[in-house]
């Protein structure tokens, strides 16, 4: 297929060439060719990026895969139903965070006490991180939410439940950004045949 990119010279965007190659697409640099005649699109870039980078694709009929976090995803939601074009969001493209969501939700039903610990390399634009926000709806116990920017992080989350001696800890690690290449390939997979709208959250595809 042919896909339009937007942030491919980003630390997640120019993992996501090579591998989009290699499993047979055809990439063109959005920012520089647009999305015309693309079959979709995937946008990882900035939060004051991406509504615009939409707004494009939704204009040339293309769905899109978003990784941008950030953002407000009920306008992006709203204009896609509008335009009758399915776009898909997830939080957290790895497979291991899926789990660590559902985890949580889980053990927040026996231990509804809970903080998450949100740890990310330093710059990232966004606190806390849309997948802490995602994890604390779905645990539905409203747990403050601690974000940590430091060099040497890539992106780390710790849910850690309080009971009655004892405590429960659900981690998970990206140790490299290679992490989010399966969870962004199967996505676009998918993406054209996902309703019209906005459909969020890996675990909807799986
Ligand atoms: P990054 O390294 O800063 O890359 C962003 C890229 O977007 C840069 O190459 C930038 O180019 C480009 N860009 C900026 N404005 C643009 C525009 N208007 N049109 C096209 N390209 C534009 O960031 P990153 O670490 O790759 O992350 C990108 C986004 O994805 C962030 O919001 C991050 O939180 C999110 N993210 C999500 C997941 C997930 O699983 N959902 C995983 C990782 C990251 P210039 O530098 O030239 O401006």
Redesign the pocket.
Same mark, same amino acid.
């Given at each position: 297929m042919r896909v339009a990119l937007? =942030?491919a010279? !980003?630390?997640?965007?120019s993992l996501l060439v090579p591998a989009l190659e290699a499993a047979g697409h055809d990439v063109v640099d959005a920012?520089a060719s647009g999305p015309s005649g693309c079959g979709a699109a995937i946008d990882?870039?900035?939060?004051d990026?991406v509504v615009?980078?939409v707004h494009a694709c939704l204009a040339a009929g293309v769905p899109v895969v978003v =990784?941008?976090? !950030?953002f407000d995803l009920d306008e992006l939601d709203r204009a896609a139903r509008a335009a009758g074009i399915p776009c898909f969001h997830?939080?957290?493209?790895?497979l291991g965070a899926v789990l660590m969501m559902r985890f949580a939700e889980e053990a927040a039903r026996t231990f509804p006490r809970a903080e998450i610990v949100e740890l990310h390399f330093e710059g990232?634009?966004?606190a806390p991180s !849309?997948t802490a926000k995602a994890t604390a709806a779905r645990m539905g116990t409203n747990p403050v939410i601690h974000s940590v920017r430091l060099p040497g992080l890539v992106a780390h989350q710790e849910v850690i439940f309080g009971g009655r001696g004892e405590t429960l800890t659900i981690r998970h690690d990206t140790t490299s950004?290679e992490a989010?290449v399966p969870g962004v390939l199967l996505a676009l997979e998918r993406v054209r045949d996902l309703p019209a709208g906005l459909t969020v959250g890996l675990e909807e595809l799986l």
């Open positions: 937007y =942030g010279g !980003g630390k997640v965007g920012r990882f870039t900035r939060p990026a615009a980078n =990784g941008t976090t !950030g997830a939080p957290n493209f790895a990232k634009r966004d !849309g950004r989010f």
